[in-house]
């Protein structure tokens, strides 16, 4: 599994609900794909959050678990600040997977 040493992420990936099979499978799209770490890993009664490093795999993989799992995918985003270099505003997405 690949892990970032660091706490920054752009995207949550909400797993809901909590289900070992979903979760296992979604561990290994993450491992498959080099584009993505994982920052933080927090496990709930109700489902698990992976904080991501990229916001388009983390929407790929979304989809990937839609295809399989007949489920629905939730996308919000949040203001995190101004870029500094490119006064561009910043957002981290919340891309929320529930399962039917």
């Known amino acids: 599994m690949l892990y970032s040493n660091d706490d920054y992420y752009e995207a949550k990936l909400q797993l809901r609900p909590y289900d ?3 979760i296992d499978y979604t ?3 993450i491992d498959e794909n080099k584009n993505i770490l994982i920052a ?3 496990e709930f009664k109700y489902g698990v959050d992976f904080l991501t ?3 388009k795999e983390t929407q790929k993989i979304a989809k990937q678990l839609k ?3 007949k489920g629905v995918i ?4 949040k203001l995190f600040g101004i870029h500094r270099m ?3 505003r910043v957002w981290r997405v919340t891309v929320c997977f529930r399962k039917e």
């Open 86 to 88: 490119t006064s561009k």
């Open 20 to 22: 070992r099979e979903l």
């Open 53 to 55: 490093n990229s916001q």
């Open 40 to 42: 933080k890993e927090m």
């Open 74 to 77: 939730t996308l919000s985003r």
């Open 27 to 29: 561990k290994r799209l």
């Open 67 to 69: 295809k399989k799992f």
